[in-house]
């Protein structure tokens, strides 16, 4: 079950940093501007959440996986995983310091992302 809820968190955090609400956080990330021009951002993450951002970082391999995983989930686990999936998105938000409307879109995005993957609707 914690397998399918990381990644579906994972992208909903990085949904909200790409609206431009990364966290400010000076002794967890580094910004290095490259002589072309370009940006590099690294971002220092708690061991829980390595295998989020690994899932994170391929979107498309992490829902096929979900999907993958969802026929053998039976119809109460797949709502179930849709809750924490919602729930865990939010606790992140909350933990990156985002507002009640961002902490809400990561709730939804969550949840969207985890119905799509496992093939339920609303």
Do not use: F, W, Y
């Amino acid at each position: 079950m914690t397998r399918l809820l990381l990644p579906v968190a994972a992208l909903a955090m990085l949904t909200l940093a790409a609206c431009g609400n990364a966290p400010d956080n000076d002794a967890a990330t580094t910004v290095q501007t490259q002589p072309d021009g370009s940006t590099t951002v690294q971002i220092q993450v708690p061991d829980a959440l390595v295998p989020a951002v690994e899932a994170a970082s391929n979107p498309q391999r992490t829902l096929d996986d979900l999907r993958t995983q969802a026929g053998a989930m039976t119809e109460q686990a797949k709502l179930d995983a849709v809750v924490n999936a919602r729930r865990a998105a939010e606790a992140g938000a909350r933990a990156l310091g985002q507002t009640e409307a961002e902490i809400t879109q990561a709730g939804d995005v969550a949840e969207r992302s985890a119905r799509d993957a496992l093939g339920i609707g609303r």
